[in-house]
């Protein structure tokens, strides 16, 4: 199985914990629904670009595994590929697996 296909559990995860702590930070002292809906609101704007990142990031990853031996036969492509995905992994891995405040 490759690695990519447990992101959907790890987005669910992540998506609990980060729910939990929106609705802690904004609905402890809520005195109406409106402070609900509000923290809600808050919760997806900030996971919808994440969780769309990740998606791609894993199809991105699938397609590599897949295909990396045939890209590299390609004459300009194959060097080209290769260093762009040796110069872009360190920042998509801190991305993926690094915390957010």
Do not use: K, W
Request: glycine fraction near 6%.
């Amino acid at each position: 199985m490759m690695p990519n296909l447990g992101q959907g559990g790890c987005q669910s995860i992540e998506d609990a914990f980060r729910l939990g702590e929106d609705l802690a930070e904004r609905v402890h002292d809520a005195s109406s629904r409106d402070d609900i809906a509000a923290a809600l609101a808050a919760y997806s704007r900030r996971r919808v670009l994440r969780t769309a990142i990740v998606q791609g990031v894993a199809q991105l990853g699938s397609d590599l595994l897949v295909d990396f031996d045939l890209m590299m036969t390609l004459p300009v492509i194959g060097p080209f590929f290769l260093l762009a995905t040796q110069l872009t992994m360190p920042y998509i891995l801190r991305f993926l697996y690094v915390p957010t405040p």
